[in-house]
């Protein structure tokens, strides 16, 4: 079932979180957070990318499959290191403070052509009579909401245990993420448990890339909003836009087979 907040709802959960994790008014000015966001590519043992990396013609700089073994040994993997804030408990009166804000991560490609269906949604999903006329093979069709056709855009989720595992959510541009919708975060302030650094390893041990579109794409991982304990008002929405309102950002990129690729899949 696919969650995801209304305009009211959302700010009314946004006012909620905040209302309960905000520290109380203080006069003593409190030093900001170090929120902070590492990520870093590997290539595994046994892959083609280290192999790769072992060839003198090859690029040695950027993280590269050439998208080319029958073997399926087209794979890379992703190291997490982050700190989106720690929550501490006041022994005298138990109240909370917390700097605890959310985590995204993203895999991007530039190259894609970012298109999203013009047909109505189906009722029924499985229903492909529709086509877009912009572009020549069969968009997904979701029964409650439009799904990108090329996608620049791969949001990382971590669903809860019990749903499903670890998954990858396409969108058609950096503009179509939203905001506070706990189907485009990773890790929820919510859901942290505020200790502050977190080692983590995305998509398992490693991660395949057949199906996907040859070229340069990146990993874009994102801590925010700010939680700033010296003002009493809660924080400004995160701007996907503007890396200057983000609390702590990195980037890693790898290449899937050739620089642009030329529409060339990966298989």
């Known amino acids: 079932m696919t969650k995801f907040f209304t305009v009211s709802s959302l700010a009314c959960c946004l006012a909620l979180s905040w209302s309960i994790g905000y520290a109380q008014t203080t006069t003593k000015t409190v030093k900001p957070y170090a929120y ?4 870093a590519v590997s290539l595994p043992k046994g892959s083609d990318a280290e192999a790769s990396l072992k060839d003198k013609t090859k690029p040695s700089t950027t993280a590269l499959t050439p998208c080319t073994d029958e073997w399926k040994r087209d794979v890379l993997s992703f190291q997490l290191t982050y700190d989106a804030g720690k929550r501490t408990i006041n022994k005298k009166d138990g109240t909370e403070t917390s700097t605890v804000t959310d ?3 993203f895999f991007y490609n530039p190259q894609a052509l970012g298109l999203k269906t013009t047909a109505t949604p189906k009722t029924d999903p ?3 009579s529709d086509t877009d006329a912009d572009y020549p093979e069969m968009c ?5 909401e439009y799904q990108a056709c090329d996608p620049k855009i791969w949001v990382i989720t971590r669903p809860a245990v019990g749903t499903a595992p670890l998954a990858m959510r396409p969108l058609a541009e950096p503009a179509d993420i939203r905001f506070g919708d706990i189907d485009h975060i990773y890790l ?10 977190i080692s983590d390893s995305t998509l398992r041990s490693y991660m395949k890339f057949d199906d996907l579109t040859q070229g340069l794409w990146s990993l874009i991982g994102i801590v925010g909003p700010i939680i700033d304990l010296n003002v009493t008002t809660p924080p400004l929405a995160l701007e996907f836009d503007d890396p200057t309102k983000w609390a702590a950002w990195d980037a ?16």
């Open 36 to 39: 902070s966001m590492k990520v």
């Open 103 to 105: 985590v995204y991560f």
């Open 126 to 128: 499985n229903d492909t």
């Open 140 to 144: 997904e069709i979701n029964a409650t």
């Open 188 to 197: 929820s302030k919510d859901e942290n448990l505020g200790t502050g650094k």
């Open 252 to 267: 890693v990129s790898f290449m899937l087979g050739s620089p642009w690729g030329n529409g060339k899949i990966c298989q």
